[in-house]
């Protein structure tokens, strides 16, 4: 009589026995799963990439929500600086654009602890100047830190001060959005707030010195294109740019947040950075 054992389970030659993988179906197994974390790992780059891109076009445009709300209330956009002379041995030079709208990016702590009487360097504003506003920092920017040896907050964008340098009382050479003392509105927008730009994202390399703080005149201008090396600071040379691919985020007139090339004809970039020079550009 056959067994059990053979009856449930076939005769012997039909048994396999088990055994584990060779060295070689291992090697085979582990360059596969390379592969595909090859494939993989450049998309799972790009895709967070892009989100930090559109974080930070987001930031652009809650500073541009906060622009068009300080015109709703003042008729005009804020100062791009603030020059009022020398005030006990300080210079009331460096307080931007970015500090008067704080009220309107939910920061209006930060605003209140504001000295007016005495510039952004000045002592009794050490504890504003030193908070740090996510609104004002790009998510691809690739930073060690968030303060300056100073302890003075550090930003990502700037204000547009068009062909003209920044932070000068020359009224003539006020040709974009900002610059010092000045009082623009929609009104001296001739070429149109949609084809004007008034805020950009700075140069890379231009992110961690002394004049790069959000709360210092923090101006850029188009005498140079963005993302060009330039060597040293200064109201002629300080520019555009960003960490992203190509080019950078810009503010228009119209509220609208637009990626600008870097390699797009410098003549229409700089025609639209300047508000009223009959050059009208648009772009897409």
């Not at 090697?27 to 450049?42: C, G, K, N, S």
């Not at 930070?56 to 956009?77: E, P, S, T, W």
């Not at 500090?99 to 952004?120: G, H, K, R």
Request: charge should be neutral; glycine fraction near 10%.
């Amino acid at each position: 009589m056959p067994s059990i054992h053979r009856n449930l389970f076939g005769p012997e030659k039909y048994r396999r026995r088990s055994h584990g993988f060779t060295l070689i179906e291992l090697l085979v197994v582990i360059a596969i799963i390379a592969i595909l974390i090859a494939l993989l790992l450049p998309a799972v780059q790009q895709a967070r990439e892009s989100a930090r891109r559109t974080q930070c076009k987001n930031h652009v445009k809650q500073i541009g929500l906060a622009m068009h709300n300080y015109h709703d209330v003042f008729g005009r956009f804020p100062p791009g600086s603030v020059y009022g002379g020398d005030i006990g041995g300080d210079q009331k030079n460096v307080i931007n654009a970015f500090v008067f709208i704080l009220p309107y990016i939910e920061q209006t702590a930060v605003y209140n602890q504001w000295n007016f009487n005495y510039s952004q360097a000045h002592a009794n504003n050490n504890t504003a100047d030193g908070t740090i506003i996510t609104s004002y920092f790009c998510p691809s920017r690739t930073r060690t830190m968030m303060k300056n040896a100073s302890s003075e907050a550090l930003g990502d964008y700037a204000l547009s001060t068009g062909t003209g340098p920044a932070n000068t009382n020359v009224q003539s050479t006020h040709t974009g959005a900002f610059n010092q003392n000045t009082n623009f509105g929609f009104r001296d927008f001739k070429d149109g707030s949609s084809n004007v730009f008034m805020v950009g994202e700075k140069r890379v390399s231009q992110q961690d010195g002394p004049q790069y703080r959000w709360g210092f005149h923090a101006a850029r201008n188009t005498t140079s294109h963005m993302n060009i090396n330039v060597t040293t600071f200064g109201d002629p040379d300080a520019n555009f740019g960003s960490d992203h691919t190509g080019g950078a985020h810009f503010l228009f007139g119209d509220g609208a947040v637009r990626f600008l090339s870097e390699n797009m004809d410098k003549a229409t970039y700089r025609n639209l950075s300047d508000r009223a020079d009959g050059n009208v550009a648009s772009v897409e």
